[in-house]
């Protein structure tokens, strides 16, 4: 009966999950936070902090030292952008200092782009 009750628990806690896209981009954004940070009091690090990513020059984060391909990349980053980068960044960007081998599903990386586009830029440091 118990693991039961843990089954149907767990079933209705992965429906939620599901069911909110910016939650669900949370849990994917665990596979990038080694390398990227997000959220108030966000650094770049290895990887440049991700904090309003969508709309932001890419090769704009004033505290990373891009690679001088991203640093000419030329766009914008939106959704769609994002997203091409994220499942094959040299063909966004070749010669990009990114390493991440895809391994998302679709929805995956919808709600990871969706997660990133919830967060706001970071507040310009004195």
Excluded at 23 to 31: D, I, M, N, Q
Excluded at 33 to 50: I, K, T, Y
Excluded at 89 to 116: E, I
Aim: contains cysteine; hydrophobic residues 45%; glycine residues 8%.
């Amino acid at each position: 009966m118990r693991v039961l009750a843990l089954g149907l628990l767990f079933g209705f806690a992965t429906h939620a999950l599901a069911a909110d896209p910016i939650e669900a981009g949370r849990a994917a954004f665990k596979r990038c936070a080694n390398c990227h940070q997000v959220g108030p009091g966000a650094r770049s690090n290895f990887g440049p902090q991700l904090n309003g990513i969508i709309g932001r020059r890419a090769g704009a984060a004033p505290d990373f030292a891009y690679s001088p391909a991203m640093k000419k990349a030329g766009f914008v980053w939106d959704e769609r952008r994002l997203a091409a980068f994220l499942r094959d960044p040299d063909a966004v960007v070749p010669g990009n200092r990114m390493r991440f081998w895809n391994m998302m599903s679709d929805r995956q990386l919808r709600d990871l782009v969706a997660y990133l586009r919830s967060m706001p830029p970071a507040p310009a440091r004195r």
